[in-house]
């Protein structure tokens, strides 16, 4: 009896011991894998090109890190050493032979314009203003003449684009990728017919910069300009305004309430400007069978940035003349619609004084006439477009 019992107590004793003794060699193995499993990483990392003459495969890891660096790589990159890609591009000439220049104030802003060689003398005085405050000029030639700007001293110093009967939006979408301009501030894609006599770019930039305002036009000369919104019309209170009120009249009524253009957070498209993380965005809204963009301007808010009431604003500081000109090849027929319809524009304006003129509080002018509608003119006859060739 007394030895069954002996037995039985070994029995017991050895299996709690085998049970303790595994119970050990768990954690003491989970352990070890840990350290070898965070040493192999260390290696790799300090070692990579050891690995393979100590027989050890590292595709694992590699895959993975190449998994996440690829992710942020531009398409058709990844082959390449991280240290040569260039993601962005900008339009500064460089020198044939030897090294450039070294760039004290490099250029932070672009200006664009479509123009015809009708219109060299109020383009003119536009590129003189603007590379005078140190802008990049690009000119889209709809007409497919170049040879007549070189009478302009500054003729050499700015990209020609040309492109027979295209629009600066066909223009602007070809030639103005948001990675081409990613290096400016601030991308101005204008039309040709503005007078720019009161207007400085420098000082225009620094007010969109403290209004915050990522989309914006100067404001009309209402005794001057062909006027379609009476929005953009300059007033005279503020350095900018961004919306207008509207409580008489037929059409659409504006009020403090009001979120949506063109009672608020809207511009025209005659002389948008954009900055660079607005125009990724309008870039990609820009159709590629885009040509006038009527009803564009109604869209530019979903590129605001943020709250379009307070990100979309015209600036009465700095102002410009529209001058409505018929231009990009317009027939005969055409222009008689145009030259009507501007008169009908001119008695409706002159019928409603405009905003800020003979106001004293612009933004809160009461209008009793419709707002004159965009001309409907429907677009000319085009040729078969030529290839775009870029002259600079």
């Not at 595994?22 to 790799?44: E, H, K, Q, R, W």
């Not at 990579?48 to 993975?64: A, Q, T």
């Not at 914006?216 to 300009?225: F, I, R, V």
Request: net charge negative.
């Amino acid at each position: 009896m007394e030895m069954k019992l002996h037995n039985r107590v070994l029995q017991l004793a050895d299996s709690n011991c085998r049970r303790s003794c595994a119970c050990g060699i768990f954690p003491t193995s989970l352990v070890l894998c840990m350290m070898f499993f965070m040493g192999s990483v260390l290696i790799a990392q300090d070692y990579p090109e050891k690995l393979p003459k100590w027989g050890i495969n590292n595709s694992m890891p590699n895959s993975v890190s190449n998994k996440c660096e690829n992710r942020c790589r531009a398409h058709g990159s990844e082959a390449l050493p991280e240290g040569i890609v260039v993601t962005s591009s900008n339009l500064n000439m460089r020198p044939l032979w030897g090294f450039p220049e070294k760039i004290k104030d490099l250029k932070r802003s672009l200006l664009t314009v479509a123009v015809g060689v009708k219109q060299k003398d109020l383009v003119n005085k536009m590129v003189e203003k603007f590379l005078s405050n140190g802008f990049i000029v690009m000119l889209f030639h709809y007409d497919g003449v170049v040879d007549e700007w070189k009478d302009f001293t500054w003729c050499d110093q700015v990209i020609h684009v040309v492109a027979i009967n295209q629009t600066k939006w066909w223009f602007a979408k070809r030639f103005l990728h948001p990675d081409i301009v990613a290096e400016y501030d601030y991308i101005f894609i204008w039309d040709e017919d503005l007078g720019v006599e009161d207007f400085n770019p420098q000082r225009y930039l620094e007010t969109v910069k403290r209004e915050g305002l990522e989309i914006s036009q100067p404001a009309l000369d209402g005794s001057k300009s062909e006027v379609h919104h009476k929005i953009t019309v300059r007033g005279r209170r503020s350095d900018v305004h961004r919306r207008i009120f509207k409580y008489s009249g037929s059409g659409e009524k504006c009020d403090e309430n009001s979120t949506a253009p063109p009672c608020t957070g809207w511009i025209e498209v005659m002389a948008p400007v954009f900055t660079r993380e607005a125009w990724r965005c309008v870039w990609y809204m820009i159709q590629n069978d885009l040509i006038h963009a009527w009803g564009l301007d109604m869209r530019l808010g979903y590129c605001a940035q943020g709250d379009r009431t307070k990100n979309v604003g015209v600036v009465d500081s700095d102002y410009i003349v529209h001058l409505g000109l018929p231009t990009l090849g317009a027939n005969e027929t055409d222009k008689d619609q145009l030259a009507q319809h501007n008169a009908d524009l001119l008695f409706a304006t002159r019928a409603t004084p405009p905003m800020g003129d003979n106001d004293s509080e612009p933004e809160k002018l009461t209008t009793t006439t419709e707002e004159p509608p965009i001309s409907k003119l429907a677009p000319s006859p085009m040729p078969p477009p030529i290839n775009p060739r870029i002259e600079l």
